[in-house]
């Protein structure tokens, strides 16, 4: 209390800091940190959140000590300012045993874009469940008010209430036969359905995720979900990171792909007919797991929230998909993949580890 006046009674703790890449807009930081503090939140922010060093926020022993920070705060929410770049360098010394313990207390780690690089790291390492979602600057900086979706999913993260997502699925998006109902009377046939029971949620940004391949800090799910997009990445790039997933045997141990939103590429005279719904189509035929779209998540003002490392259920019907993970307490931890070991100086003896 200060002052006299209480806080109100949904008002939040949350940890703003800088893993990645160096603020610019400073403007649109001061919005976002304001904007949160008038919807009632406590916000907090890093010693080093805007610090520069090259493209970075801060050289590499900045950034891993602010990651540190996040997790002993004591907040409800670690959010990131932004991605860009910088997290991958410092992946073998972060603390993956404490930040897993912070996430056990009831800290949820959120963000997006290079903050994939850390989420997957994380659930390789120890199981810890993570939060793709918004970065500060850009989801609560803009001029204008964030996006209702967007502010809704988090809305509901910080009270504890969001249990599912959903969303339409895109028209071309094929119906998967294996696991559709058939009626023997067809003028009596239910719309088709599909469904899986007990998948880890996991995934984020294509770039980050195909990065880490043959690294410790991929994990090795095997018939899971998995979530992509990305952005800025032409669809011969998009093609050419599936491809490696595909060759490298992850796509095939799923049991779906759910490609979200890839945006911000420009086509070329060269391309002629190539799209990005050429890239999917082809997907598709190398593939016999479902591969579905138009997840509202990416580098996009509309995105959900979702928990990366969860087990959750997902069904689809008549073209309206559903992810239902239901109430994600503290204590909940994920699978535990079993990425190839590389113990780091840092881990010691510590252990390893909404519906809109």
């Not at 705060?73 to 912070?102: H, N, Q």
């Not at 690089?117 to 803009?142: E, K, M, N, V, Y």
Request: charged share 20%.
């Amino acid at each position: 209390m200060r002052g006299g006046i209480l806080p109100p009674v949904n008002s939040k703790h949350i940890y703003i800091y800088s893993p990645a890449g160096a603020v610019r807009d400073k403007a649109a930081f001061r919005r976002a940190v304001q904007r949160l503090r008038e919807q009632g939140h406590a916000v907090e922010v890093d010693e080093a959140a805007l610090k520069s060093h090259m493209r970075f926020a801060g050289d590499d022993d900045t950034r891993l000590a602010a990651v540190h920070r996040a997790a002993a705060s004591g907040a409800d929410i670690a959010l990131i300012s932004r991605g860009g770049y910088g997290l991958t360098r410092i992946l073998d010394r972060i603390r993956y045993p404490v930040l897993a313990r912070a996430a056990a207390r009831g800290l949820r780690f959120v963000g997006h874009s290079d903050f994939t690089a850390l989420q997957l790291a994380l659930l390789a390492r120890t199981g810890g469940i993570s939060w793709a979602g918004p970065a500060l600057c850009g989801d609560f900086g803009g001029e204008d008010a964030p996006d209702e979706i967007m502010q809704a999913c988090f809305d509901d993260l910080l009270l504890g209430q969001g249990e599912g997502t959903g969303w339409r699925i895109g028209r071309d998006d094929p119906m998967p036969a294996s696991r559709t109902r058939r009626s023997a009377v067809p003028e009596e046939a239910p719309p088709p359905s599909w469904t899986v029971r007990e998948a880890v949620l996991w995934g984020g940004n294509l770039a980050v995720l195909s990065g880490l391949v043959g690294t410790p800090y991929l994990p090795e799910v095997r018939g899971g979900i998995l979530f992509l997009e990305d952005v800025n990445e032409h669809p011969y790039r998009i093609e050419r990171m599936l491809t490696q997933l595909l060759h490298a045997g992850i796509l095939g141990r799923q049991k779906a792909v759910v490609l979200g939103q890839f945006t911000g590429y420009q086509k070329v005279a060269h391309d002629r007919n190539f799209r990005l719904a050429t890239v999917v189509a082809w997907l598709r035929t190398q593939l016999k797991v479902p591969v579905f779209t138009q997840l509202p998540f990416g580098h996009v003002p509309t995105k959900v929230l979702l928990p990366v490392g969860a087990k959750v259920q997902m069904a689809v019907e008549n073209r309206e998909a559903l992810l239902f993970w239901g109430h994600l307490d503290g204590n909940h931890h994920g699978h535990v993949p079993h990425a190839p070991h590389a113990p780091t100086a840092h881990e010691g003896h510590e252990g390893h580890g909404h519906a809109h």
